[in-house]
């Protein structure tokens, strides 16, 4: 069907789009031993507000990105992070259920 979004945008030169995304972070040093990190983010993903061109366009909803983590320091050289995120309203649709995903980084300085 012509509304399928797997069909190529047609882009035309001079055609613009309005993108906005959002981010605020919270972090304490030092948390619970000295190196390590605890944190805190909150924010929108990225998402088109106005564009002329089609098949692209954002929901009318709108996703909310929340995440957790702490850095803990192994050694002065290396440290893992655990962490979890949350994407409430995922591609701003407000029918989509809620994301939850835990994770593990792990970080060396040379």
């Known amino acids: 069907s012509p509304d399928s979004p797997l069909l190529p945008a047609v882009v035309n030169k001079g055609d613009t789009a309005e993108i906005w995304n959002w981010a605020i972070g ?3 040093a030092d948390a619970f031993r000295k190196g390590n990190e605890l944190g805190f983010v909150l924010g929108m993903p990225f998402k088109t507000v106005r564009n002329d ?3 692209f366009e954002d929901n009318a909803g709108t996703s909310y990105h929340v995440e957790a983590y702490y850095r803990h320091r192994v050694t002065p050289r290396f ?3 655990p962490g979890v995120y949350a994407i409430f309203n995922p ?3 407000d029918a989509n259920h ?3 995903v835990g994770l593990i980084r792990s970080f060396m300085r040379f």
């Open 53 to 55: 061109f089609q098949p």
């Open 98 to 100: 809620t994301m939850v």
């Open 26 to 28: 919270m972090s304490v």
């Open 79 to 81: 440290f893992i992070t």
């Open 91 to 93: 591609e701003h649709n």
